[in-house]
């Protein structure tokens, strides 16, 4: 073996093995795992929710909220705690950069009327834009599946749940069932 | 480098000459780059041709599956409680093949030529390949429980895979009258579905509950002495069915030796079980073409490298889903599914010459165990001096103190899971 050669060879295991330390499975396929249940990228079928699209700060946010049971959840506490920290970070850059697509939905005119108002009136200083509005705290709301938001409004409602924000908790206190779904109808028909 | 450079010549070569041998239609020599050949249109192989094409449109994907539609066994218990119909579990494949350009053609493979790398189909057809899927899911190991072969399951259903013999069993508890007996046996590790057996028990007794025959009883025989999720199981039949269903494991005289199908009747070490409903499932293996490609070890599964699923006995050969024995992963749809993935981008990868990138795998299954009551068991998988092994800290089952809100969530998540996973593949 000349020297040239047994440089490179020192120099390509090196490389390798700084690249097993570091290794990592790549963004897509750690996310491609996911679809099973939040659909092909993330675009679900309902009432998974759709993830395609959110901020990444957000997904980031709740990811680890699961995995430290900050915030509760059936089985999200179970899968999220499979990932390390640069794990939930590529799962959330996936996600985030997927295009959002809302889902045509099938919905009572009376009910997304109702929702209007209750929006405007609560709920349009922090969903801004009918909901469309979306920032590191804020998750897009416009185009979710309204199965998802009666869900999730439940869970805010529900003392057993626990949920990790004392703001929405506090809003959503002040609604009785109808008024949820309502919202939750009226944020389904936006796009 | 330079004989993997070329080796993919030569491949390349003879796929081109093959095709134009057989005339394919559509195939353009020089537009592909490579042709990975699909066998079996199940959870595992159609997810493999989407994720194939997905990955490199490049990359030729004929897909080989002998019926029209796929009709999935995950969440065909609803069909036996009176919840669901078949139609809403079966798909068919032509959104593979107007979406994503994979070639569906419906046929059998009777014969798999590894060295030439070309599959004969039962129409007489040849199909050169780069690189092969095999997703054939699971065969039954007839006549391993005596007498319990084809022609008995036409008395005694299996019902473990889903079509016919899911309405035969359907139509037999329909048939049975209030205080009937039914029996389930129970198959040896490892088999399709670990949660299925008892998700199956409890959806029986719903629509005999539901039906005014709530004094029948369920009798599962197993081969097992435990079983997936078994104190959420145990804890959701006393809830929901109290009294309804029994479990006998194996070390309690529970495995079944044998069967007359006639009588209905089922033979363990040291009792005889006579049921109104029969309900055997037989003891299991990778599916027929799997064993006949040599491609199975000495208990009947396929061992793979874990990390790109090729067969350890076969090069160019993947196998994925049921068939293989794929570490610590359960053999479900979701594996199959998720191991589909990481298979594809494997051989993505392999056809351009470059290292298979890091797998990362899940699974998550379900069981519904009345409408509104589902559990679950759930693992992150990751690869580990070459095995799939489950993240340390993660995943498992549902919890058993769980309220009946969550209870009723995963009930619903379930069906979710099932829209989700089906248009993930089919869609």
Redesign the interface.
């Known amino acids: 073996m000349t020297s040239h050669r047994l440089l490179s060879l020192i120099l390509t295991l090196g490389l390798f093995n700084l690249a097993a330390v570091c290794?990592?499975?790549?963004h897509?396929?750690?996310g491609?795992?996911?679809?099973?249940?939040?659909?092909?990228r993330g675009h679900?079928?309902?009432?998974?929710p759709i993830i395609a699209g959110l901020p990444e700060a957000y997904l980031k946010q709740t990811l680890r909220d699961f995995k430290s049971g900050k915030r509760p959840s059936?089985?999200m506490g179970?899968?999220?705690?499979?990932?390390d920290d640069a794990?939930i970070d590529a799962l959330a850059s996936f996600f985030a950069s997927q295009v959002w697509i809302s889902p045509p939905q099938e919905l009572d005119p009376k009910l997304v009327k109702r929702g209007k108002r209750i929006h405007r009136d609560g709920c349009s200083a922090c969903h801004k834009d009918n909901g469309r509005f979306q920032d590191d705290k804020v998750p897009r709301l416009a185009g979710q599946w309204r199965g998802y938001l009666e869900?999730l409004l439940e869970e805010y409602r529900?003392s057993?749940r626990r949920m990790p924000d004392l703001f929405m908790t506090i809003a959503v206190s002040q609604l009785d069932e109808d008024d949820l779904k309502a919202l939750a109808s009226f944020y389904a028909s936006q796009r | 480098m330079k004989r993997r450079s070329r080796r993919n010549f030569l491949t390349l070569l003879g796929g081109t000459a093959a095709a134009g041998l057989l005339g394919f239609p559509g195939a353009c020599p020089g537009a592909f780059k490579a042709r990975v050949v699909v066998i079996g249109g199940g959870y595992g192989g159609a997810t493999a041709a989407k994720?194939l094409r997905l990955a490199d449109p490049r990359i030729e994907v004929i897909l080989i599956e002998k019926n029209p539609q796929f009709i999935s066994c995950a969440l065909s218990n609803e069909v036996l409680a009176g919840e669901r119909t078949l139609a809403s579990l079966s798909f068919g494949y032509e959104p593979l093949a107007a979406y994503y350009g994979v070639s569906v053609v419906h046929d059998e493979v009777t014969r798999i030529d590894a060295i030439r790398r070309v599959a004969f189909t039962g129409s007489g057809q040849q199909y050169g390949f780069d690189r092969l899927v095999l997703a054939p899911g699971i065969t039954f190991k007839w006549n391993e429980i005596e007498g319990y072969d084809e022609s008995a399951a036409q008395r005694l259903p299996h019902a473990w895979q889903a079509g016919e013999q899911t309405l035969l069993l359907r139509r037999q508890l329909e048939a049975m009258p209030d205080g009937g007996t039914v029996y389930i046996a129970a198959p040896p590790n490892p088999y399709k579905c670990p949660p299925g057996p008892y998700e199956r028990a409890a959806l029986m007794a719903h629509y005999l509950k539901q039906h005014g025959k709530g004094r029948s009883k369920i009798i599962i025989l197993d081969a097992k002495d435990n079983f997936a999720k078994q104190a959420l199981f145990e804890q959701g039949w006393e809830r929901n069915y109290p009294g309804m269903i029994s479990w006998v494991p194996a070390s309690q005289d529970g495995r079944v030796l044998g069967v007359d199908a006639e009588q209905g009747t089922l033979y363990t070490e040291f009792g005889i079980h006579k049921g109104d409903v029969v309900n055997v499932i037989p003891p299991q293996k990778a599916g027929q073409i799997a064993e006949q490609a040599g491609l199975t070890d000495g208990q009947g599964w396929c061992p793979i490298d874990q990390q790109t699923f090729e067969s350890k006995i076969r090069k160019h050969v993947h196998v994925i889903g049921d068939a293989c024995s794929a570490g610590a992963m359960p053999k479900s749809g979701?594996s199959a599914?998720?191991q589909a993935?990481?298979c594809a981008?494997a051989i993505a990868a392999l056809i351009d010459g470059s290292e298979p990138?890091?797998?990362?795998?899940?699974n998550?299954c379900y069981s519904i165990i009345a409408p509104e009551y589902g559990i679950?068991v759930?693992?992150?998988y990751?690869l580990e001096n070459g095995k799939i092994v489950a993240?340390q800290?993660?995943?498992?089952t549902?919890a058993l103190n769980?309220?009946a809100?969550?209870r009723k969530?995963?009930a619903?998540?379930a069906r979710?899971?099932f829209?989700?996973?089906t248009?993930?593949i089919f869609?």
Do not use: F
């Open positions: 290794a990592q499975p790549s897509r396929m750690l491609d795992a996911c679809a099973g249940c939040h659909g092909t679900s079928a309902s009432p998974m059936t089985i179970r899968l999220a705690s499979g990932y794990e869900i529900l057993e | 994720y979701y599914n998720s993935k990481v981008a990138p890091l797998p990362s795998y899940i998550t679950s759930a693992a992150v990751r993240v800290g993660a995943g498992g549902s769980a309220s809100w969550e969530m995963e619903t998540y979710s899971w829209d989700n996973i248009a993930d869609g």
